[in-house]
C-alpha cells in the first residue's frame, strides 16, 4: 500500500535534513508560500525544532519520501502554555484529497491532547478550512492571530486508540472464534446486508471499516459485493485474512482512512462507531462520506442506550475498553449534518444466546450526490 497515491505513513520526524524537504519548499514557493521554507530555516537554525515540551513534528512519508508535514507548538501569540498551535500544514498536490492532510492533523491533534487544553491555528486558505473544521476545530473571530480553535479540555472522552489496538490486539483469536460465525444466529442482520448487497453490487469497492476477524465482509464477498476491510487492530486483520484470504483486509482509523475521496461504492460499519466520542462523532462520519463515492450507501449498527459500558476483562483476556451506546435520533441528526441522507432506520431486541442483552439499531443512509 505504501507505494500507492495515499498509502502515507504519518510518523514523528526528530531529524529533518533539508534534502528531505526541497520538494515541498519548491512547490510551496511556486504557489507564492513561504512557510515550508520557514520551517526548514527555523529548524536548521535550532530557532524552532519543535522539541519544547509538548511540541512534535510529523511527516507523511510515501516510499521513504516526505511528501507532507505538519507541527505543534506552543502558542506564541496566547501568552498560555495550555494553548498549542498547528503550523505549517503542507501536502505535495499529487498527495492531496487522499485523506494525508486530515491523518497529519489528526496527528497533531493526539498528541496535543494532554499537554494543551486548546489547539489554535490561522489560514487564509478556504480549502484547509474545510479541512480543519471537517476535524472538528471551530472559526474564532476577532484575533489576527487564530482564525480556527479546538478545544481539548474535557474532551477526549473516547479511548486512546493504542488501548483499543491493544486491546483487540489481545482478544483477536478469541474473538475471531466465537465471533465468526454469529451472522447464522443474526435473521435480520442477514436481511439488511442482502438487500445492502443487491444495491452496491457491481458498483465498485466495499469497505467494512472497523471489520474486525472479517465475518461482515466475507458475508458481502458471498453476495458478489468486492470488499476491503479495515480495522485498528493488526492482529484482528491477520485473522481476516487467515480466514478470507480472498479478499483485502488493511490495518486502518476510521476517523482518518488511508483512502482517495469518492473511492467507495459503499461502507458497512457494524458496531464499529461504539470507540468514538460525542465530540468525534461528526468529523469521524465526515470522513467516511470523503471516501463515498456521490450516491454510495452506508449501513450503521450499534447499541442503543445512553450508557458506556468498561470492560477491563473480557473472555479472560486484560483489556482495557469502552463500549458507548448510542441513541438513534441523535444519530440520525450527525449522519444528516455529514451530508447524509437517511433512508431507513430499524430497531431491534437482541437475539437470545448470540450477543449481549440490548436493543440494536441500523441505519441506512446514501451520500448526498452534490459532494
Not at 478556504?126 to 471537517?134: C, D, I, N, T
Not at 483485502?248 to 457494524?270: H, K, N, S, T, Y
Not at 450508557?307 to 449522519?335: K, T
Request: hydrophobic fraction near 40%; include cysteine.
Amino acid at each position: 500500500m505504501s507505494g500507492e497515491p495515499g498509502g502515507a505513513r504519518i510518523e514523528r520526524l526528530r531529524e529533518l535534513p533539508d534534502a528531505r524537504l526541497a520538494p515541498l519548499i519548491t512547490e510551496s514557493e511556486q504557489a507564492g508560500l513561504r512557510f515550508v521554507r520557514r520551517l526548514a530555516e527555523e529548524w536548521a537554525s535550532g530557532r524552532n525544532r519543535f522539541d519544547r515540551p509538548g511540541e512534535a513534528l510529523f511527516g507523511a512519508l510515501v516510499d521513504g519520501r516526505l511528501v507532507g508535514a505538519c507541527g505543534l507548538n506552543v502558542d506564541p501569540y496566547a501568552g498560555d502554555p495550555r494553548v498549542g498551535r498547528v503550523r505549517h500544514l503542507y501536502v505535495l498536490t499529487a498527495h492531496r484529497r487522499l485523506g494525508v492532510g486530515r491523518r497529519l492533523v489528526g496527528a497533531v491533534a493526539a498528541a496535543a491532547h494532554g499537554p494543551f487544553a486548546t489547539l489554535r491555528l490561522s489560514t487564509a486558505n478556504p480549502a484547509a478550512a474545510r479541512l480543519y473544521e471537517a476535524l472538528g476545530f471551530e472559526q474564532h473571530d476577532g484575533d489576527v492571530h487564530c482564525t480556527h480553535r479546538l478545544e481539548l479540555s474535557g474532551a477526549r472522552t473516547t479511548e486512546d486508540p493504542s488501548r483499543i489496538r491493544g486491546s483487540y490486539d489481545e482478544i483477536a483469536a478469541t474473538y475471531t472464534e466465537r465471533i465468526f460465525t454469529e451472522l447464522a444466529g443474526k435473521p435480520l442482520d442477514r436481511h439488511l446486508l442482502n438487500r445492502f448487497a443487491e444495491d452496491v453490487r457491481g458498483r465498485g469497492l466495499v469497505a467494512d471499516v472497523g471489520c474486525g476477524p472479517g465475518h461482515v465482509a466475507r458475508y458481502l464477498h458471498e453476495q458478489g459485493v468486492r470488499m476491503l476491510g479495515v480495522d485498528l487492530s493488526p492482529r484482528m486483520i491477520d485473522w481476516a485474512g487467515k480466514r478470507s484470504p480472498e479478499i483485502e483486509f488493511r490495518v486502518g482509523d476510521m476517523r482518518a482512512l488511508d483512502l482517495p475521496d469518492g473511492a467507495l461504492a459503499g461502507i458497512v460499519a457494524f458496531y464499529s462507531l461504539i470507540h468514538i466520542a460525542e465530540n468525534e462523532m461528526g468529523p469521524t462520519l465526515r470522513e467516511l462520506r470523503r471516501v463515498l463515492a456521490p450516491g454510495g450507501l452506508l449501513l450503521v449498527a450499534f447499541h442503543i442506550g445512553e450508557e458506556i459500558v468498561h470492560r477491563d476483562e473480557l473472555w479472560g483476556h486484560a483489556v482495557s475498553l469502552d463500549f458507548r451506546f448510542l441513541m438513534p435520533s441523535p444519530m440520525v441528526a450527525h449522519l444528516v449534518e455529514a451530508g447524509f441522507l437517511v433512508m431507513e432506520r430499524v430497531e431491534r431486541e437482541r437475539y437470545p444466546e448470540v450477543e449481549h442483552p440490548s436493543r440494536r439499531c441500523y441505519l441506512l443512509a446514501r451520500s448526498s450526490a452534490d459532494q
